[in-house]
């Protein structure tokens, strides 16, 4: 199983998000299973999840084809501690299949404030519930922003302790990560119902491969 921590939430704070784009050698063999980011934000009166998995990291190769990569054979659980105790108090899951044309779509369950256990939709669309909730799942260019050359280069321009030196060479016009694709799976959830009254909550993503 694979599992990432995503983000501690006060609703009196800026967003926070998790990041990992580096892997150990099983986790990168399976790019479907493979979370990169946890993305939790408020807008109004919901609360707006993005998880993006299979990104490519070299010498991963890269996703660049129409849709991004869905395997039935995986569950992704995003889950919500409420009372800060590290046990998640509500779980949300998401699976990919296909119809008899071979059309994927995604299935989600447990959506706080969705009125409906199961909400379903098509691929690389956004989909709205009756309820008005929204969600989506498909290939987007990897939100994440790094510059990857410019931290290096900080690193490199240290010396040893014996006189402060260095300088920070990062700059907001280079970003390592644009144009390298992922999967992304996004959804809306009811704020009073996903929060049920706490002022903070944690915020994590799972996936675990399941038997075909």
Known sequence: MNARLGVILAFAALPALAADHVEAPTATADP???I???FLFRSADKLVAAVTFSGAPAPRTRVDGATGRFDRNLLYS???DR???ALADHSIHARFGQDSTGAWGVELENVPGAGARYLFGPVEQVVTAPNGLRFYAGL?????FFD????NATLA??????????QVLITNTRDSFANRN????VFEMDLAAATAGSPEIYFWGTSARIAP
């Open 32 to 34: 479907a299973a493979d």
């Open 36 to 38: 990169a980011d946890v």
């Open 78 to 80: 995003f889950h919500i």
């Open 83 to 85: 009372d800060r105790d």
């Open 140 to 144: 987007r260019d990897d939100p994440f």
């Open 148 to 151: 990857a050359q410019g931290f």
């Open 157 to 166: 321009s240290f010396g040893d302790d014996s006189a402060p030196d260095g």
């Open 182 to 185: 992922v999967t992304v799976i």
